[in-house]
């Protein structure tokens, strides 16, 4: 039903769209064009600094708002049909809906290959105080470092602090980097991208780096940058594409963590280890009921935390 109807609004595009208006309004199109294109990003971007997030998310999301879609066609009509506007702008608007909608998604689709070029040029839209507030740690040596501290990150932290190594998380959600370091956790607020950020944390002395962003791009960039300064490092990474993992480990990872086809080995290995008994897998049942419960109760605690911060 989403698709069918997505061919009518196309549909209606192009039967809306007057050739001999736009000939006339090829100027308007462009400079409405360009304001959508350049103008929505800028807002998400300064808007998202503001909040405190980094110049790349703000990046990233600002090109998913640069088009304008089929509300502004109600608006339109809604003014023609009360006899406000002509059908002139109807043909410029439904114009500018077509060209953003184009550019728009190929920019979307590159964003994350063109944020490198130009994150030298972002950094004021970044909030300083923000990241000023959150201690820099990166200048002393750790063990292992973390990048991201979501679901397989907190498990991870688990086991860390069981074996006793020092350890260093790295994230670029500040409400959370606030409510670890409230626990006593050595964080620090940063974009795993940022090629500056990675040259401070001493990644010839670590002895392993986990990242659980699952992003190809920032995974080959930590891969690579680790692989300068560390050839005997352990680096562990998560991906969601098998092809992506094989293309991980041939540029230097030591482990892929691929959740989905993890669950199904995990679940073959049970069944190995169990056979078809009832009482084992009781046991099994009790053991994973704890961990999550745990696990849970530690989210809602960071949840909590970055609410009151």
Avoid at 170 to 188: F, Q, T, W, Y
Avoid at 253 to 278: N, R, T
Wanted: aromatic share 10%; net charge positive.
């Amino acid at each position: 039903m989403r698709d069918f109807f997505l061919v009518l609004f196309f549909i209606m595009l192009g039967y809306q769209l007057g050739f001999s208006d736009l000939q006339q309004n090829i100027l308007p199109v462009i400079l409405f064009s360009l304001l959508v294109l350049i103008g929505n990003p800028l807002s998400i971007l300064i808007l998202m600094g503001l909040m405190g997030h980094t110049k790349r998310n703000g990046f990233l999301a600002g090109w998913t708002v640069a088009q304008i879609g089929e509300f502004s066609h109600i608006l339109i009509a809604l003014g023609i049909t009360i006899g406000h506007l002509s059908h002139e702008v109807l043909s410029i608007i439904t114009a500018v809906a077509l060209i953003t909608i184009a550019v728009s998604s190929y920019l979307f689709l590159y964003a994350a290959k063109m944020y490198p070029y130009v994150s030298k040029y972002l950094s004021v839209f970044e909030k300083k105080n923000l990241k000023a507030a959150v201690p820099r740690l990166g200048y002393k040596k750790y063990d292992v470092i973390l990048f991201g501290c979501d679901r397989v990150g907190h498990d991870l932290i688990v086991l860390f602090k069981k074996i006793k190594q020092k350890f260093l998380i790295v994230d670029h959600n500040p409400e959370i980097v606030s409510a670890l370091s409230k626990k006593g956790l050595k964080c620090i607020y940063g974009d795993a991208s940022d090629m500056e950020l990675l040259e401070e944390l001493h990644l010839s002395k670590a002895k392993m780096v986990v990242s659980t962003i699952p992003d190809f791009e920032i995974n080959a960039a930590i891969i690579g940058k680790v692989r300068d300064a560390n050839s005997s490092a352990v680096i562990v990474v998560v991906s969601h594409r098998a092809e992506e993992a094989i293309d991980l480990y041939e540029k230097g990872a030591s482990y892929v963590i691929l959740p989905h086809l993890l669950g199904g080995y995990h679940a073959s290995m049970l069944i190995e280890k169990h056979g078809l008994s009832f009482d084992k897998f009781l046991k099994e049942k009790m053991r994973h009921l704890q961990h999550l419960k745990i696990a849970t109760n530690e989210k809602r605690k960071l949840i909590n935390a970055s609410i009151r911060y």
